[in-house]
């Protein structure tokens, strides 16, 4: 800690929750407590889910208190080390990830679910995240990254640890084999790039939904086919397009697009005894699946589920995926004072793949 007496530690904070307002501000340096490292955060990737907590879009009735840090994808380096503590070694590179800490000891986290800790705490959502520059994490949490990484790859890094870890836990979960078709609503996106590469590097087919202008994305990240949401008179025949184009239906359907529309659509292109998995949540009312009749459930056996990042096992199994070039992230870099043209842009939909906050 003394090389850094003097410093100051860089955070975007939340600054008006409730709406897209972000500020970069200078707050002390804090020294690690027991069990804790201070990581020196390099870059972090923006998430869909931060704009939700910065704006309250998902109207929950507790927002984000005023200052809030946060971000929760991050990659960075290991600089300190609190009481008794000793790994991961001080110059380790480690990633940051959505659940901050779990105790690893609870039924919850016995069953690997450990995003549903009963005492775990999520970064950038009442704990601080990683839009900062200096950040106390938990030494037994952090998912170290192998010496071999080049810093040149580091930022690509930074989104596997949520949106990488999303869809990589999501495709484990939802009884794939060889083969098998996928369709990626929303492929074009931050979660959704990185779920059609996953996919065919577990040897799927993938067929890719979006609009016109992430087709370059989709195909790019390896999809078979891309569809084209808008090209469409009618969702019934979108379904219909999709079902023609897999022989049948998708076995899975990753919902990474937080649109309740895609969702309703999702149902339909299903194969029989296929799974429909939500990841995006649709922002403003909460609605349920419209076309997702009990009848149809039973006849076609289909099955509906909710997956919500991986354990500590599935961070270290898809970022080895990644270091060894099998998912490669499409992003593009910004500065800490662009947070806030960075949500307006997510509100419009204009993003392709990820953005990544610079930390340097």
Same mark, same amino acid.
């Given at each position: /800690? ?7 530690? #860089?955070?975007?904070?939340? &600054?008006?929750? *409730? ?21 020196? /955060?390099? +870059?972090?990737? =923006?998430?869909?889910?931060? +704009? ?55 039924? +919850? ?18 704990? $601080? ?34 949106? @990488? ?6 495709? #484990?979960? &939802?009884?794939?084999?060889?083969? %098998?078709?996928?369709?990626? &609503? ?15 590097? /577990? ?24 569809? %084209? ?5 009618? &969702? ?6 999709? =079902?023609?184009?897999? *022989?049948?239906?998708?076995?899975? =359907? ?27 949540? $649709?922002? *403003?009312?909460?609605? $349920? ?20 990042? @991986? ?19 499409? +992003?593009?870099?910004?500065? /800490? ?11 419009? *939909? ?11």
């Amino acid at each position: /800690m003394e090389a850094l007496q003097g410093k100051l530690n #860089k955070a975007i904070i939340y &600054s008006n929750p *409730g709406t897209r307002e972000t500020e970069v501000v200078k707050l002390p340096i804090e020294a690690p407590g027991p069990g804790q490292v201070l990581v020196r /955060m390099l +870059y972090s990737g =923006v998430c869909h889910t931060d +704009y939700s907590f910065c704006t309250n879009s998902w109207k929950a009735p507790t927002t984000v208190p005023k200052g809030q840090i946060g971000g929760h994808e991050g990659v960075g380096e290991v600089v300190a080390h609190g009481p008794g503590v000793v790994n991961p070694p001080v110059g380790t590179k480690v990633g940051v990830k959505y659940v901050a800490s779990a105790c690893l000891a609870c039924r +919850y986290c016995l069953l690997g679910k450990e995003a549903n800790c009963v005492a775990g705490k999520l970064s950038g959502a009442f704990h $601080p995240g990683t839009f900062q520059q200096y950040l106390l994490a938990a030494a037994n949490y952090v998912t170290t990254i192998s010496d071999e990484v080049a810093d040149d790859a580091l930022p690509g890094l930074a989104p596997i640890m949520c949106a @990488g870890i999303t869809v990589y836990t999501a495709l #484990k979960n &939802s009884d794939l084999r060889h083969g %098998d078709w996928v369709a990626v &609503s929303g492929g074009g996106g931050g979660l959704g790039h990185l779920a059609i590469q996953y996919a065919k590097a /577990m040897g799927y087919k993938v067929v890719a939904l979006d609009v016109p202008s992430k087709q370059a994305v989709c195909t790019e990240a390896g999809a078979d086919f891309f569809v %084209d949401v808008l090209g469409f008179t009618n &969702s019934e025949e979108l379904c219909k397009h999709v =079902v023609k184009l897999t *022989g049948g239906g998708a076995r899975t =359907v990753l919902a990474c697009s937080s649109s309740n529309a895609a969702y309703a659509q999702a149902i339909h292109y299903l194969d029989q005894a296929g799974t429909l998995v939500c990841l995006g949540i $649709p922002e *403003g009312e909460l609605k $349920p699946i419209e076309t997702a009749s009990v009848a149809l459930l039973v006849t076609r056996q289909l099955r509906i589920i909710g997956s919500k990042v @991986g354990d500590r096992a599935d961070a270290h199994e898809c970022v080895r995926m990644a270091v060894n070039g099998a998912v490669k992230t499409h +992003y593009q870099l910004r500065g /800490m004072e662009e947070l806030s043209d960075v949500f307006a842009e997510m509100e419009h *939909g204009t993003i392709k793949g990820r953005v990544v906050i610079d930390l340097r």
